[in-house]
């Protein structure tokens, strides 16, 4: 797990991760509590941003072929970065006093599902 204040998004290395979307979004639901505890992510919060990525660890390369990876600097390893088109599945989450959403986007953002919820 890798976290950038930057964009105040968490990445999340997966093996094995499921294929369809439903497979997807039933995975995140069985694993966030444990995700949330093992890697403290505020999984609680009215926000945050959550990138599932596959693949395995690189090395950076020294040519333009490096602008196709993720690299994570807090890795003390040579190998520290992924291939940005490796992302089987992002999620925003927003709450309100109202309302909360979760916005899955899958396969590198080619299919979206919003999934809304009263707050009572």
């Not at 105040?8 to 995700?35: A, C, M, Q």
């Not at 020294?62 to 807090?74: A, I, K, P, R, V």
Request: charged share 30%; net charge neutral; proline share 2%.
């Amino acid at each position: 797990m890798h976290y950038k204040s930057e964009s105040d998004s968490y990445f999340v290395i997966v093996k094995n991760f499921p294929f369809t979307d439903s497979g997807k979004i039933k995975w995140w639901e069985e694993n966030r509590h444990l995700l949330g505890e093992k890697y403290h992510i505020p999984i609680n919060s009215d926000k945050y941003s959550i990138g599932f990525w596959t693949g395995d660890y690189k090395e950076e390369a020294n040519t333009d072929q490096g602008s196709d990876l993720l690299c994570f600097y807090d890795m003390k390893s040579k190998k520290k970065c992924i291939e940005k088109d490796s992302q089987p599945l992002k999620i925003w989450y927003s709450k309100d006093d109202n309302e909360a959403q979760t916005t899955f986007l899958f396969n590198n953002w080619q299919r979206t599902l919003i999934k809304k919820d009263s707050i009572k």
